[in-house]
């Protein structure tokens, strides 16, 4: 299995550009979300999804946009960057067991987005 | 409302001696707590996580933390510290009961010295 897989993973943006960051897992798993990781704010839910059709918002929702058409699948977008968003981003998924205690969380590499 | 605290941003030690890094939580009830590590570009991989049934917890790489409900902490430590430790480690709480409400610590980074 290759885990969580997380595409690019570096990336220069623009301010005012729109990109996607990809996220695929190969783990069958239902629940998938995003963070941000920014220096001394430890790692903050973005969006999640519980399954395919499912999205909700996480603690930092604004500026970004997710969708899950498939249960491997968890693209996030930024419509319009912006300086404030410059980051590294994880995509994360887990077993949807209605625990997440029982359901450690796998995590792919991340993708560092600079915004200019 | 459920929190962490991590007490310290920076850990230094030297390698064969003992590591701890401190945790501290606030919770209205009963908290499932995990640590994770994560190396230098890399994501984050789940050292081990607090069950009910046992107070110390065993976790991969020769790590353990304690869960002392009197002092609200969850603190991680390892007897020798080995130079592949230097990471930055991440105390986690669960917010509530519902599914996958994490609430992450600001992270403590270990470095170790030769």
């Known amino acids: 299995n290759a885990g969580v897989t997380q595409t690019p993973k570096f990336q220069v943006l623009k301010t005012g550009q729109s990109m996607t960051l990809q996220c695929a897992q190969d783990m069958n798993h239902e629940y998938m979300s995003w963070y941000r990781q920014d220096p001394g704010m430890g790692l903050r839910l973005i969006h999640y999804?519980?399954?395919?059709?499912?999205?909700d918002q996480g603690e930092v929702p604004n500026g970004y946009n997710v969708s899950r058409s498939t249960t491997e699948d968890f693209p996030l977008r930024l419509l319009s960057a912006a300086p404030s968003q410059t980051s590294v981003y994880f995509c994360a998924s887990s077993y949807a067991t209605g625990s997440s205690y029982n359901s450690p969380l796998h995590f792919g590499n991340g993708t560092r987005l600079t915004v200019t | 409302a459920q929190s962490v605290t991590q007490l310290d941003s920076h850990v230094s030690v030297s390698e064969g001696t003992p590591v701890l890094l401190r945790c501290n939580y606030s919770s209205s009830y009963s908290p499932s707590l995990f640590w994770y590590v994560q190396h230098p570009n890399k994501g984050l991989q789940l050292l081990l996580k607090?069950?009910?049934?046992?107070?110390l917890v065993k976790g991969i790489n020769g790590f353990e933390a304690e869960f002392k409900k009197s002092e609200t902490s969850f603190h991680l430590t390892k007897p020798s510290a080995h130079m592949s430790d230097a990471a930055e480690y991440f105390c986690?709480?669960?917010?509530?009961?519902?599914?996958?409400?994490?609430?992450f610590g600001t992270g403590t980074r270990l470095l170790v010295s030769p």
């Open positions: 607090y069950t009910s049934a046992a107070t």
């Open positions: 999804s519980v399954g395919a059709g499912i999205t």
């Open positions: 986690v709480v669960i917010l509530n009961t519902g599914f996958q409400k994490l609430v």
